[in-house]
């Protein structure tokens, strides 16, 4: 197969996926926010079977403006057959939290006759989590077409914070006159310190991937989808996860990744996501 005909049909698969993935994405198109995720991992292989990794992450929100999660992991991976591969790994996490206005109960009209609520402020913030799991990832081909399925079993424990909050309370000016209109307490907003408890939660997440073997070519294209699944609170699906992207291996030891990512939320308040994501990889 010449050039010309491996792009041709590398750009009919891209077109495929994408327009498999575009109704979803329109659909929450108002909503959602984009950002860049960014990795680099480190490997080394100690035995035939066993190898050892550690992996760097920064996550931004709102395009590059702000920095939303940055990670730290180690992880060990096993082949246990030449199809099945089990890995243990443990993640440091740093996520931020913005700062949330939350809307406590109705005060009343202004003097321009606006309503006016009672609220509380929450300070921004750094949340801390450790994060273990369990994984086995099942591999097998097609044809061309290398597919793999992968289920990890996590355990996450978010630690306690200190935040502060500012409270913001009004109260009529006169309360027999019944042209009285509401305006901000003299005493606030009051700021105090407040315990965020810490907390935990079990989730397994299984994800198929595919991923097309172009003869003699260094670029390998790749779809996923990933189904998150709270364990310890049924409550169906929390999230999907879709990537499309590709595989560049530059030699034997360096690899780049490159991909783009919709998560859509289902069970969350947050709203769904894009992101643009590199990674680098490279053998020790």
Same mark, same amino acid.
């Given at each position: 197969?010449?050039?010309? $005909?491996?792009?041709?049909? =590398?750009?009919?698969?891209?077109?495929?996926?994408? =327009?498999?993935?575009?109704?979803?994405?329109?659909? #929450?198109?108002?909503?959602?926010?984009?950002? +860049?995720?960014?990795?680099?991992?480190?490997?080394?292989?100690?035995?035939?079977?066993?190898?050892?990794? +550690?992996?760097?992450? =920064?996550?931004?929100?709102?395009?590059?403006?702000?920095? %939303?999660?940055?990670?730290?992991?180690?992880?060990?991976?096993?082949?246990?057959?030449?199809?099945?591969?089990?890995?243990? @790994?443990?993640?440091? +996490?740093?996520?931020?939290?913005?700062?949330? /206005?939350?809307?406590?109960?109705?005060?009343?009209?202004?003097?321009?006759?606006?309503?006016?609520?009672?609220?509380?402020?929450?300070?921004?913030?750094?949340?801390?989590?450790?994060?273990? &799991?369990?994984?086995?990832?099942?591999?097998?081909?097609? @044809?061309? +077409?290398?597919?793999?399925?992968?289920?990890?079993?996590?355990?996450?424990?978010?630690?306690?914070?200190?935040?502060?909050?500012?409270?913001?309370?009004?109260?009529?000016? %006169?309360?027999?006159?019944?042209?009285?209109?509401?305006?901000?307490?003299?005493?606030?907003?009051?700021? $105090?310190?407040?315990?965020?408890?810490?907390? #935990?939660?079990?989730?397994?997440?299984?994800?198929?991937?595919?991923?097309?073997?172009?003869?003699?070519? /260094?670029?390998?294209?790749?779809?996923?989808?990933?189904?998150?699944?709270?364990?310890?609170?049924?409550?169906?699906?929390?999230?999907?996860?879709?990537?499309?992207?590709? %595989? &560049?291996?530059?030699?034997?030891?360096?690899?780049?990744?490159?991909?783009?990512?919709?998560?859509?939320?289902?069970?969350?308040?947050?709203?769904?996501? #894009?992101?643009?994501?590199?990674?680098?990889?490279?053998? =020790?």
């Amino acid at each position: 197969m010449n050039t010309n $005909s491996k792009i041709k049909k =590398l750009a009919a698969y891209a077109a495929a996926i994408a =327009l498999t993935l575009a109704p979803m994405c329109k659909a #929450h198109a108002e909503s959602d926010d984009f950002g +860049i995720w960014s990795s680099i991992e480190a490997k080394k292989k100690l035995t035939d079977k066993l190898s050892f990794s +550690i992996e760097g992450e =920064l996550r931004t929100i709102s395009g590059v403006q702000e920095i %939303d999660r940055r990670a730290l992991g180690l992880s060990m991976s096993y082949k246990v057959l030449d199809w099945l591969k089990a890995d243990l @790994g443990y993640i440091y +996490i740093q996520s931020f939290n913005a700062t949330e /206005k939350k809307l406590k109960e109705i005060a009343g009209p202004d003097a321009d006759g606006n309503e006016l609520w009672n609220y509380n402020v929450d300070h921004s913030y750094w949340e801390e989590r450790d994060r273990f &799991y369990a994984q086995l990832t099942a591999s097998w081909k097609i @044809g061309r +077409i290398k597919f793999s399925l992968r289920e990890r079993l996590q355990y996450q424990y978010t630690h306690s914070a200190l935040i502060y909050e500012d409270k913001y309370r009004y109260e009529l000016t %006169d309360i027999n006159d019944p042209n009285a209109y509401f305006t901000p307490k003299d005493e606030f907003p009051e700021s $105090s310190p407040e315990i965020k408890d810490s907390k #935990h939660n079990t989730v397994l997440r299984s994800r198929l991937t595919a991923k097309w073997d172009i003869r003699k070519c /260094k670029i390998e294209p790749f779809a996923s989808v990933e189904l998150f699944t709270r364990t310890d609170e049924w409550r169906g699906h929390d999230k999907l996860r879709y990537r499309i992207g590709a %595989d &560049y291996k530059i030699d034997k030891k360096n690899d780049i990744t490159l991909y783009y990512m919709f998560q859509d939320n289902h069970s969350s308040d947050n709203p769904a996501g #894009h992101a643009i994501g590199i990674g680098y990889t490279f053998e =020790l």
